[in-house]
């Protein structure tokens, strides 16, 4: 069997299809005979950037239906069991989300043609919010039941998966989240770009939609307990999200000047990157960091959803506690004072980016998910 290839026609569900997963289910459609991806019609998530078109793949888009909203919310889309029959998938890999309302007509289908049904997730991270934790628990247990191997974002994803739900090694894959493929920039480049930005002022860049889980008010405070010190620096917030006008707002109430140009991809934000000393994410947004690492960026973040487990180490960047803007300008200071250390930090990164987590081998991880799961069909799931 050959790992970096997929003999059959394979269905990915997803609620929706952001931008930056075009370049990921453009490879998988290379690695595939067939590749079918199924999502709603609409975006469907705050500031979201929808794609235009997918090369290398089918793309059907359904109407999406949801109910509910906060702990309550749950989705689903119209037309789902007829779409599959249309298709007739050999492997359908789907978010494996407690609010995806609609996972049973998947297991259902999958179990009458003996299709395997693998599940795409970050582990147990918080979906519902504080409380409810038994409520959780049985959800989250019941969604995973319905699948036959799962597909994690990281190690510590299937860490969680098999230690506390209980599945097996076994039948838990890891395809490290990531945004961006096999770096265009490589290390000379990279150093002879830092050696240029020596004398500067220490630029800080964070990448996202701002909205208001990704506590980028933190970063705020940050800057403005660096000013107080009289430490210089500058910040770039990259993107944009319902929480722009408020960000701006409290920028300005902290005294402190931050740079806002707005959603950024391609040459314009490789070139924004290209400028930068030091990546930050004080909340939610993993993929973010993969990106700024593709862009040789030493990267400070917090401790969120999983994502940075693997892609953050001592020899590329810091961690800091989550809601600590101490933490965090203080990470910030000591970057600024030695960029010889910090440059060292963002080859690094590049390194990692090139070498171990981007778009083609998480591709390639899955497809040998895929291959995987077609050698257990027809054995019992042992969780």
């Given at each position: 069997m050959n790992d970096s290839y997929f003999d059959g026609t394979l269905l990915v569900r997803q609620r929706s299809l952001p931008?930056?997963?075009?370049?990921?289910?453009?490879?998988l459609g290379q690695m595939c005979r067939r590749l079918v991806l199924i999502t709603s019609q609409s975006p469907t998530e705050d500031s979201m950037v929808e794609a235009e078109q997918l090369n290398h793949a089918e793309w059907t888009r359904l109407t999406g239906k949801s109910?509910?909203?906060?702990?309550?919310?749950?989705?689903?889309?119209?037309?789902?069991?007829?779409?599959?029959?249309?298709?007739?998938?050999?492997?359908?890999?789907?978010?494996?989300?407690?609010?995806?309302?609609?996972?049973?007509?998947?297991?259902?289908?999958?179990?009458q043609n003996r299709c395997p049904l693998l599940g795409w997730g970050l582990g147990t991270t918080n979906f519902f919010g504080h409380g409810y934790?038994?409520?959780?628990?049985w959800h989250r247990v019941r969604t995973l039941a319905r699948f036959d191997s799962l597909i994690a974002y990281g190690s510590l994803a299937k860490k969680q998966y098999c230690e506390d739900l209980g599945w097996s090694p076994e039948r838990v894959y890891v395809a490290h989240n990531a945004t961006s493929d096999v770096p265009r920039i490589d290390a000379e480049t990279l150093q002879r770009q830092q050696n240029n930005r020596i004398g500067e002022t220490f630029h800080v860049l964070t990448i996202g939609r701002l909205i208001a889980n990704k506590s980028l008010e933190l970063l705020l405070d940050a800057s403005a307990i660096l000013k107080r010190r009289g430490i210089p620096i500058k910040f770039t917030f990259v993107g944009d999200g319902s929480h722009r006008e408020s960000l701006m707002a409290y920028a300005k109430q902290l005294g402190v000047t931050i740079?806002?140009?707005?959603h950024l991809e391609g040459d314009s934000l490789e070139k924004v990157a290209s400028q930068a000393d030091l990546f930050v994410l004080p909340g939610l947004g993993g993929l973010a960091i993969q990106q700024a690492m593709a862009f040789g960026l030493p990267v400070c973040v917090s401790e969120a959803d999983g994502t940075e487990f693997d892609l953050v180490r001592s020899e590329n960047g810091w961690k800091v506690p989550p809601g600590d803007s101490d933490a965090i300008a203080e990470v910030i200071?000591?970057?600024?004072?030695?960029?010889?250390?910090?440059?060292?930090?963002g080859r690094e990164s590049l390194r990692i980016a090139t070498e171990e987590i981007n778009i083609s081998t998480m591709a390639s991880k899955m497809i040998h998910a895929v291959n995987e799961s077609q050698l257990i069909k027809f054995q019992g799931v042992n969780r």
């Open positions: 931008s930056y997963r075009v370049p990921l289910f453009q490879r109910l509910g909203k906060g702990v309550s919310l749950i989705y689903w889309q119209s037309g789902l069991t007829q779409a599959i029959r249309k298709v007739d998938p050999d492997v359908i890999i789907t978010e494996a989300n407690p609010r995806f309302a609609d996972n049973g007509r998947l297991r259902k289908w999958a179990s934790t038994g409520l959780r628990h740079d806002f140009p707005g200071a000591a970057a600024a004072a030695d960029r010889p250390a910090t440059f060292r930090m």
